[in-house]
């Protein structure tokens, strides 16, 4: 439960810009082509190389996440904490940065280690409507829920996720769904098959991913 692991082992490809579109090195923004069309730039110092993606899509690179709310269906709120540990209305940092791949690089496959409980997560992110990544079925077994009433629990998780940009970032929206819940003591509340813990989470991007050579 305690063990911190680099999360989500996954190095995208960008292709390289078309050309004809306009890259400025200056902080993240919105240049026009010369073609009159808009497209987002994400950029370092001066020096390193801009990576542009089309309008409305999810850049690529690494990103904090933090869980702004948890909702509980399946425990009367008990698995809250579980979800976003810090409780109230400020928003969760979870310990690990999560990589993103941006449109280009889709379909892209990965292991996500965000924070106990999810950890060892294979996945696979596709593209969704208007620019999203996604993820279907995303799934771990035996997962230790930490629940301090019954510390030794265990849940088969499956979990689904909308990526959606937004002007600080990305937004996400995250259904995971429990299911298989047990323990060697057979003390855990009982909770049904296929209840649904709601997640929103918001993103921020720290490190802008490497265009394509």
Known sequence: MNGRTPLFLLEPRRAPA???????LLAAGVVT?????????VAASS????????????AGG????SVVTAQDGCLEGALELVFKPNGGAEPYAL??????PGGDALPASGVIELEAPFSAM???????????????????????LGLASSPDC??????DVDVTPSAAGVDVAANVTLSGVTSPTDTCPVIPNGCL???ELVGVLVAPGTPSR
């Not at 078309?18 to 400025?24: D, E, I, K, S």
């Not at 310990?95 to 993103?100: A, E, K, R, S």
């Not at 265990?154 to 979990?159: E, M, P």
Request: with cysteine.
């Open 62 to 65: 690494v990103y904090q996440l």
């Open 197 to 199: 813990v709601s997640l």
């Open 95 to 100: 310990q690990n940065q999560t990589t993103l």
């Open 154 to 159: 265990t849940a088969d998780l499956v979990i």
């Open 122 to 144: 294979p996945v696979t992110w596709e593209a969704g409507d208007a620019g999203a990544l996604v993820i279907h079925g995303g799934a771990i077994d035996d997962v230790l």
């Open 47 to 58: 020096g390193d190389d801009a990576i542009t993606t089309a309008p409305g899509e999810v």
């Open 18 to 24: 078309p050309r004809g579109h306009v890259v400025l």
């Open 33 to 41: 082509t010369s073609c009159g069309e808009s497209t987002s730039v």
